[in-house]
């Protein structure tokens, strides 16, 4: 049994994100402030937080940097400004993840899994050779197969043949052509089509939100890559 | 208070009695030097004033007076006795011929000189000189010929008979000369009846006031004065100094053989009243017009003298003089000071400030004093010349006369009487201005004119600096002045260069070049200084920078232009300033309402998403109750869609974006972009036929320079927008192609700049609308504002943000046919 702590200074967020959580098999805690979101911090173990940025009294930002001085639980930043810069901030000044709202309440709940399964099993991992990791993402090169999460995804040949060669070349952008090349092992002669259709088709199973990647993404005009999380 | 006597003091009559006491007192002092004057004269310095006693020793004919008649009266006779024209003539024939010699020869060689040089005598300074000359005896005498070019080849006969020509005629006016002086003589000596002469002369000639010669027994009743050793000079005449008399034996021609002796008679009785002082020698008319015997006037002198004390009329001089200077003073003491209970007035009539003198007295000052002090003192000076220089004039002139010596004491007190008046009136007046605080010098013209004088320096020294510095000229003075200062700066140069020219090499010559060189070098610094400030602006102007900071050395109406442009600077900067406030204002606001909208709106998707399950797991009762829940949860979809939407165009349309541009394959991004969109495409039977320019499908990289995720952001939008509104069934074509070629300069073919993507559909609905509208912000293709998703933000943002890339978006309306075009550049811009 994992805990959640939420935090949102909005009673009826705070009640609709415990109802999704607690129907997932959470047991969840609630805090409207900062402030009482590190008295309960220090009362219970909590395996991961959602924290709203913008509260009374103090903010999430600020929660969680004094949160952060002796605490590496993972936390998720909710938050209504959008902007690259404030996902970026909050990124770097400790978050895991950065949810923007309204947010769809599915995809928090698989956030919030996705950040307890990794902090459950941080330092428990099997190393293999044969096994391509990224995040939650697990491709093992030697069964075929394909887990998010922990979830085992249902992947086509061709679809597996693509994730395993961008996740062989983790962190390098590598265009439509090239896939093309790769994996059909003929020329590529107007194949863009073709790629970024079953692009789309992995995205849309091993992605928690397909249109917003947090596996493979796209560079707009260039490629696709998978990052090293 | 003012005693009695301290306000008589100051009164007209005090004043009056003052001047007049010392004026009285200064004429008395002249009359006893006057009469000082005649007792020396008739007794001599030494004599006179040793006192009356000695004075009265001597007799007439011992006295001073006696002996300066009877010298006047010997040269005359001398004269008389010495005409000898035969002889004074034949004297000088003898020198005649030795400096005829003389200019004759030195006339030949001159001649002769510049017939050898060949030369014109105007420019040989030797020959130029013709004059020569030479003295007769002693007599200094001229004799000329001009040595021109015309008279050159004179010959010598010609010139003796020039030269003896000339003789002539200076013999001739020399002899009269002496005749006139004889003549003279004659008659200066018939006027002293009291003298007997028998003079003959030289020649033979008689001359006497006698009827007949007279016999010797009547020559002895006389007291006789011999004169001796008076000899005829063979040429100058009498040797007047020689002529000596005293008494002795009188004489007489027959007694002697010497025919140039002189003798004359003198009677010896001349204190005998009735043979001396003849009938008709007093009358003043005929002393003046006709003469008087000397001899009974300087006896009626020595009479008058002879017992007066020269001691106290010395004293009496002294004495009067000084008690009238200091009654002068006096006076001037007590001019300009009026009692104070009495009211003065100016001349004008209008009244003068007030002053007071330390003794209670007011000081005024006359009309006469507004005069100025120079102009009273030339016009006083010129009377005094008048009263003092007639009366000395009269007394010079007649000095020679002593039977007017008589008159002189009277004339010179009178004289003198006046010039005091007349020197205290203007000392009056000068000493009124000085007591009244006006001061003397500030009343005189000369004062007025310096004044005037300096004004006028300074303001032309004022007018050539302003002119210099064409500082205090707005721009309206300017034209004016500038012609008078150009006309100023011809002129000058002018003058300098004529001035330069005329004196050419010397010292000033050099001093007007320097002062040309000067004028002109100081007149370039200024127009360079001027043109160098306008470029100033000019260039400041060009930048939008400040302008320059010296702007006190600029002109005016340089400044004017300068501060006018600063000012619109200004102006601009803060209208700019403004708007970027406001925008940022709006999209601010924007941003904050849109947050503060997505709170709630999280809510309400949670909720109804939460309602939606029980629906779905048939927990909530009847199936109206799932219908509404529905709806509202795809508004709350849509709604949040609309607030994204709406932050992003707001910060589009304001710039406020942040740009990541990089060369990409817009082929590949148009592929990327189009297999995101085939699944909803297909949901309406629509596809998307990707081409490139020739038609063919797309595959060759066609590179743009932008920020790639703005760039999907705009095709999606284009592609969203396609997938919304297109008629069911229909395709939807896609194409990127190079822009059109733009030529070269210099005229080599042009290679294309622009990447163009273009995307057409058919419109589900007729699009009864144009371009321009469709582009406006919340406005759809479909006006109805039908059920259809979406709204007109799509297009609005992705224009927005084409253009911050550097690119257009151009929409056309054919029919049914809807196209969007997307122009973006090769290259950074």
Redesign the interface.
Known sequence: MYTVLVCDDDQAILESIRIYLTAEGYEVLTASDGIEAIEQLKDHDIHCMVLDIMMPRMDGLTAMLKIREHNNVPVILLSARSEDTDKIAGLSFGADDYVTKPFNPLELVARVKSQIRRYSKLGSMETRESLLVTGGLELDTEKKTVTVDGDAVRLTALEYQILEYLMRNMGHVLSSAQIYEAVWHEPALSTEKTVTVHIRNIREKIEIDPKNPNYLKVVWGLGYKVDKI | MATKSTKFKYTNPSKAICLLLAALLFALGTWCAVELGAGVLVFGGDDYFKGSAAAGKQSYTESRVFEQVLQNDLSSLNTLASKNETAYSRALAGKQEETVEEIVDQYMTRQKYLKQQKQDPEEEPFARSPEVYLLFGEDDYTMTIDFEYENMALSEEAIRKELDRQYDLWEESRLESYRSDRNAAQQWLSANESLFYYVRSADGTVYTNQSKKPSLAEVKQHKVFAVKNAKVNEVRGIDYLDAQYESGTPTLFEDTDDDVLVSFYLDDALASEEKLYRPGGSSFFRTVFEGEDEYIATRQMYDAMKDRPAGWVLTIMIVSYLAGLALLLWFLHLTGHVNDDRAIYAGDGSPEPVTYAKDGSRLVYAAIDRLPGDLHFLISAALFGVCLGLPIAAMADASGNFSLWKYFPLAGAGATFLCVLLLAEWLASVCRTVKSGRGFWKNTLIWRILRWFGRICKAIGDYAKEAWHLTKYTPEQLPKHAFWIAVGYVLGNILLVNLMHGLDRGFFGVLFFLLFAGLNALVLIRITRYLKGLDEIIAASEEGAEMPADRNDLPVSLKTLAANMEVSRERIDRAVEKAVKEEQTRTELITNV???L??????????S??LDRKAGSKELGDEESVKYVGVIHDQ?EKL?RLI?DL?EASKASAGNV?LNCSN??????A??????F??EMAKNRNEVV?VDGSG????AAHM?Y?D??K??RILSNLLSNAQKYSAPGTRVYATVSDGPATAGSDGTPGTSRTTVFELKNTSAAPLNISAEELMARFVRGDRSRGETEGNGLGLSIARDLTSLMGGTLVLDIDGDLFKATVTLPKQKI
């Open positions: 849109t947050h503060d997505k709170t709630p709106l999280t809510s309400l998707i949670n909720y998403d939460l709350s949040k994204d932050l942040q990409l394959n817009l082929t590949e991004l592929a990327q972009a189009i297999a995101e085939a699944p990707f063919q499908p797309a595959s743009v932008a790639g995720t760039t999907y």
